[in-house]
Structures are given as C-alpha cells and as structure tokens.
T-cell receptor
C-alpha cells in the first residue's frame, strides 16, 4: 500500500451503534488530519495530530473521538451519531504541521462514506 | 473569519474548450492558495499551490492566478478533456502558524466527448 489508506470505504450505522474509522499513512509523515465533507458545506477540519499529540480540535462534538496510537495510524471512534453526521470523512497527512514559514502538502486518503440512519 | 467561495458550482463543457474556474476569499491575509482535484470515490489531489507573493503557477494545461489584494484566484484549464471531469476545490491558508486550510465548496466540472 502506498500513500494514505482509509477503511472502511463505506459505512452504514444506526444512531446507537459504535464504530471506528481507520486511516493509515505510508509516507513517513508526522502530522495527520481528519476532515468532514458534507454535501452542502465546504470541507471542514476536525482534528489535527502531530507526533501522536492532538494539536487542534475544531469544536467537534464529543460523539467523535480521535485516537492516534502512532504517527502512521489515526482512528476516529464514533458513537451515538446523528443523521446529520452523514458525510464523507477524509484523512490526510503531511510531513509536519504547518509552522508558518514553509510550504506543506497534505496527502489525502479516499475517504469513508458514512451514512447514519 | 475567512470564507472561500467558488463559482460556478457546476460546469458542463464540450471537449476541447478552454475554461476558467473562479475562487474568491474574504481575508486577503493569506500565506498561500491551493487548487485541488477530487474524483468521485477518491481523495483530494493537489494540483497547484501559489504563494502569496506569486501571481501565477502553471502545470501542463493548468494555470492558476492569484490576485491577493482583490481576494481572487482563477484556475484556467486549456483544451479540456473528458479526463478533466472532477470537482475542483480551492483552499487558502492564513498567515498564522498552525492555521487550517479553508476550503471552498468546489466546482464540479463535466467535460463531454
């Protein structure tokens, strides 16, 4: 596998279920991101991890719980979701988080299409 | 708060046409602007990145321009092909360290043969 991979690619869950999304990057990067892409909204940053530490949480509801056990893996644990949480969830990675003086490039995975019934 | 708008939301053209996609942003204090391509069922691929000090960047049939003072960028695609059909996203990064990429909603392009 190369680049950024995400599993599963599609997920349907009920509001009372607990599920997890997985992201893996094979690029040797130090930073990983979760984004949400809804049908009627721009891509929104949810969480940022740098060297396995969470550095940004953009007011995301607690029903979304990220986990970064090492710099290559990122999880998004889901529980008691709402139908409005249905969206495409994209994972990305970059060499480092942006420090304001360099040019970073984020590499995106294919996303997990989540449907909450 | 930075907002990014892309017009049009969707565009259909016949093969061979030259076309322009538009992106506007409300806060001109940006560090750079990127254009991405998103294919159905796939993630985003970076096409072009323009630093705030630059006016344009070119890659093959793609040319992106930036007018920071007016808060505008355009992506010009020459001699469009069916393989160019995708959603094109514009994203800006602010000047402060750690600021996130702010995306537009995208323009969905369909090129017919």
């Amino acid at each position: 596998e190369t680049g950024v991979t995400q599993t599963p690619r599609h997920l349907v869950m009920g509001m009372t279920n607990k599920k997890s999304l997985k992201c893996e990057q094979h690029l040797g990067h130090n930073a990983m991101y979760w984004y949400k892409q809804s049908a009627k909204k721009p891509l929104e940053l949810m969480f940022v991890y740098s060297l396995e530490e969470r550095v940004e949480n953009n007011s995301v509801p607690s029903r979304f719980s990220p986990e970064c056990p090492n710099s290559s893996h990122l999880f998004l644990h889901l529980h008691t979701l709402q139908p409005e949480d249905s969206a495409l969830y994209l994972c990305a990675s970059s060499q480092d988080i942006w420090a304001g003086t360099s040019t970073d490039t984020q590499y995106f995975g294919p996303g997990t299409r989540l449907t909450v019934l | 708060k930075q907002e990014v708008t892309q017009i049009p939301a969707a565009l259909s053209v016949p093969e061979g046409e030259n076309l322009v996609l538009n992106c506007s942003f409300t806060d001109s204090a940006i560090y750079n602007l990127q254009w991405f391509r998103q294919d159905p069922g796939k993630g985003l691929t970076s096409l072009l990145l323009i630093q705030s000090s630059q006016r344009e960047q070119t890659s093959g049939r793609l040319n992106a321009s930036l007018d920071k003072s007016s808060g505008r960028s355009t992506l010009y695609i020459a001699a469009s092909q069916p393989g160019d059909s995708a959603t094109y996203l514009c994203a800006v990064r602010g000047n402060q360290a750690g600021t996130a990429l702010i995306f537009g909603k995208g323009t969905t392009l369909s090129v017919s043969s």
